[in-house]
């Protein structure tokens, strides 16, 4: 079965640039997707289709998908964007994500 | 506004099985660009996807999981269920419905539940 993998904490100083990585075999080759959930709630799609924003969801989320890792980056982080984030792709039928990353803003 | 409910009993016996109903508002179930979904959330870990339905009733699941789960769709209610047998305490979560928009490879959920404890007791 089709593995994605995440580092699982990520930490940056507010105001600088946040990036977690999600690897998978060929990642590049599918598309990829990046969920935001903070403690207590639902998860929410901040980036789709590889690099693509939902409305509503801030400028400083960017994604990028090629060889075998797609990105998700934030610029100029907030405290706000403390969070976990999901990546996630569709492999044979079926939904895949990576076991999440933990974004602390110090 | 699409808005998706879950409901069902928050506990479950060891053995027995789990059901839950995810109600849609908002938006037509009944629509071919999306597929309707479960996902599930383990206390303190990660997303793990259940499987996911089609209006028509074709239906994808994940593999760990297939040979005790069913998902259904109920058009005329705009509600798609789960059941999930012979449950074990590894399957205490919470329980999210979401919908999933899906084509050519490009499969995201845009809308969530506000998800659902499901606790199994032994």
């Known amino acids: 079965s089709y593995e994605l993998t995440q580092p699982p904490s990520v930490s940056v100083s507010p105001g600088q640039t946040a990036t977690i990585t999600c690897s998978g075999d060929k990642l590049g080759d599918k598309y990829a997707c990046w969920y935001q959930q903070k403690p207590g709630q639902s998860p929410v799609l901040v980036i789709y289709q590889d690099n693509k924003r939902p409305s509503g969801i801030p400028e400083r989320f960017s994604g990028s998908n090629s060889g075998n890792t797609a990105t998700l980056t934030i610029s100029g982080t907030q405290a706000v964007d403390e969070a976990d984030y999901y990546c996630q792709t569709w492999d044979s039928r079926t939904v895949v994500f990576g076991g999440g990353t933990k974004l602390t803003v110090l | 506004q699409v808005q998706l409910q879950e409901s069902g009993p928050g506990l479950v016996k060891a053995s027995e099985t789990l059901s839950l109903t995810c109600t849609v508002s908002?938006?037509?179930?009944?629509?071919?660009?999306?597929?309707w979904g479960w996902i599930c959330q383990p206390p303190g870990k990660g997303l793990e996807w259940i499987g996911s339905?089609?209006?028509?009733?074709?239906?994808h699941y994940n593999p760990s999981l297939k040979s005790r789960l069913t998902i259904s769709v109920d058009t005329s209610k705009s509600q798609f269920s789960l059941k999930l047998s012979s449950v074990t305490a590894a399957d205490t979560a919470v329980y999210y419905c979401v919908r999933h928009y899906c084509n050519g490879g490009n499969c995201y959920a845009d809308y969530w539940g506000q998800g659902t404890l499901v606790t199994v007791s032994s």
């Open positions: 908002g938006d037509s179930i009944v629509n071919n660009n999306y597929y």
């Open positions: 339905i089609y209006y028509n009733e074709v239906t």
